[in-house]
Nanobody, 120 residues
Framework: VQLQASGGGLVQAGGSLRLSCAASGSPFTNYGMAWHRQVPGKQRELVAAISSGGSRTYYLDSVKGRFTISRDNAKKMIFLQMNSLKPEDTAVYYC??????????????WGQGTQVTVSS
């Protein structure tokens, strides 16, 4: 399984970014997917997760109402729309594939990460 994340960049506080993650090499529609983020020196944290069919989602409390996770199973892609960005959202963002139809832990495959930097 290969996951390729893209869409990161530098944005001012209050701005928006849309992250994309393309999957290849395995059945995509059977598995839950997620976005995590990591700041140097801190543990990686789960930001948002989505079920295999897209009907169920999970969000970290600090991003609720600002971030939206979605997926396009026909294109084998997931997305993270990030609005009202804050400097504390600065991190490397990773997409990951779960081991079941919906996961908030135990992710088995990871992409390479894309840097998001929010300036104040």
């Amino acid at each position: 399984v290969q996951l390729q994340a893209s869409g990161g960049g530098l944005v001012q506080a209050g701005g928006s970014l849309r992250l994309s993650c393309a999957a290849s090499g395995s059945p995509f529609t059977n598995y839950g997917m997620a976005w995590h983020r990591q700041v140097p020196g801190k543990q990686r944290e789960l930001v948002a997760a989505i079920s295999s069919g897209g009907s169920r989602t999970y969000y970290l409390d600090s991003v609720k109402g600002r971030f939206t996770i979605s997926r396009d199973n026909a294109k084998k892609m997931i997305f993270l729309q990030m609005n009202s960005l804050k400097p504390e959202d600065t991190a490397v963002y990773y997409c990951a594939r779960g081991q079941g139809t919906f996961n908030i832990g135990g992710f088995s495959y990871w992409g390479q990460g894309t840097q998001v930097t929010v300036s104040s």
